[in-house]
């Protein structure tokens, strides 16, 4: 039998965790319709200068115990937490539903592989939120394949010059700064000659075209670039070896620490959505009208703890200094795709009503978060590399099976 208790030492964190949200978290923060939506850049519930207000002094009061980013090293504004620290103190935040303040995951891969100037010059002011970041991956013709990228960066002296092309740039149109994968070698094979650059979004040549969403935000972009110069020591790791670098990016982004929590959260929201309104609109809930719900309710909560156990797998390996490779693109593809199969199951539980959009309308169930969700996770098994990628990388590395 496996143990997932706490150890006593375990245990004196996480109420030491638990009372810092009771002391600190305002108590609008902590309502579920209040951040209902939030999902794919939609923010339904209440918006504007008392929510920002809030949300800084949510922020001030966790950066001054260094838990932005509680792993890392003190010299550069985190708190040294274990890996298991850090794991329950993002499990306490999710189940009292205090919003999760933390950095881009580009600074765990600078901190991987970046020099120590980059370290000091770019975690620090992570950590304080004053740099927003964008990711540039992806292009027109390379985005599942993509160490096909074209992006060229041609070295002129100290600099590189760039000139290309790339799309689904999530939050490039507010970014200050952005991390991307460019061809810095055309000769050689292409999952070598690519390098991971660093650099600024106001450098001349760089232009910026948002793309709707049918979920009706706008934080993707297309990115276009210009005889864009970048110096040298922009690039993170050595150069025409950034694939690597990348890939050290997207095992931290694939990792999902503690998502299965926000997934059990969503889920109990749901089910009691179903049982106490429905019931007081009409005398029944459809979960007791119609079993077919509380079947398929049933595989998700089951799908859920699944889904945690695939967390508690990876969050052992960390702490034991290992990088999740293989079991991050299981954890990516399983919650993804049962994040959409959640997303399916309430709409269709919640019938004709679900569809409504206007979350101002009194009939809209719980101001249009599971429309919104809906909509938003479509592409929830594209982000972050697509589900094909997730199995060909579980086949191929973590199964030893042959490359087709």
């Known amino acids: 039998m496996v143990d997932f208790s706490d150890t006593p030492e375990q245990a004196v964190w996480r109420a030491e965790v638990q009372a810092f949200v009771n002391e600190n978290l305002p108590s609008e923060l902590a309502d579920d319709e209040f951040y209902s939506g939030t999902l794919g850049g939609l923010h339904r519930g209440p918006l504007g200068k008392e929510r920002e207000s809030l949300i800084k002094s949510w922020r001030s009061a966790i950066l001054n115990r260094g838990w932005i980013a509680p792993a890392w090293p003190k010299a550069y504004g985190g708190a040294e937490l274990t890996e298991m620290e850090q794991f ?3 499990e306490v ?10 950095v881009h995951d580009v600074g765990s891969t600078i901190l991987v592989h970046g020099s120590e100037e980059q370290k000091q010059k770019y975690l620090p002011p992570m950590v304080r939120g004053e740099i927003n970041w964008a990711q540039g991956y992806s292009e027109p013709g390379s985005g599942s394949d993509l160490a096909s990228i074209q992006t060229r960066a041609t070295r002129d002296g100290d600099d590189f010059v760039i000139n290309g092309q790339k799309i689904w740039t999530s939050g490039a149109k507010t970014a200050d700064m952005i991390f991307a994968l460019v061809r810095t070698d055309p000769e050689a094979p292409k999952h070598r000659g690519i390098s991971y650059l660093l650099f600024e979004m106001n450098r001349p040549g760089i232009s910026v075209q948002p793309l709707g969403q049918m979920t009706g935000a706008t934080k993707f972009n297309e990115v276009f670039f210009e005889d864009v110069r970048v110096p040298v020591s922009a690039a993170v ?41 429905a019931e007081a609109e009409t005398g029944r809930s459809k979960l007791k009208r119609e079993p077919i719900y509380r079947q398929q309710l049933a595989d998700r909560s089951i799908e859920t703890t699944v889904a945690r156990q695939f967390s508690n797998r990876i969050i052992t390996m960390q702490a034991r200094g290992v990088i999740p490779n293989t079991e991050a693109s299981e954890q990516k593809l399983f919650s993804s795709e049962l994040h959409q199969r959640t997303s399916n199951t309430a709409m269709k539980a919640l019938g004709q009503y679900g569809m409504l959009y206007d979350e101002n309308d009194p009939r809209t169930p719980q101001r249009a978060r599971w429309g919104t969700y809906y909509l938003a996770t479509v592409s929830e098994t594209i982000g972050a590399g697509t589900s094909e990628i997730q199995r060909n990388v579980i086949a191929t590395r973590g199964l030893g099976l042959p490359r087709g």
């Open 88 to 90: 329950i103190l993002r």
């Open 93 to 102: 935040f999710t189940e009292m539903h205090a919003p999760i303040q933390s």
């Open 237 to 277: 790791g050595e150069i025409n070896r950034g694939w690597y670098v990348g890939a050290t990016h997207l095992d931290f982004e694939r990792s999902s620490i503690g998502s299965a929590v926000g997934f059990a959260n969503r889920l109990h929201d749901l089910i009691d959505f179903l049982r106490l309104e």
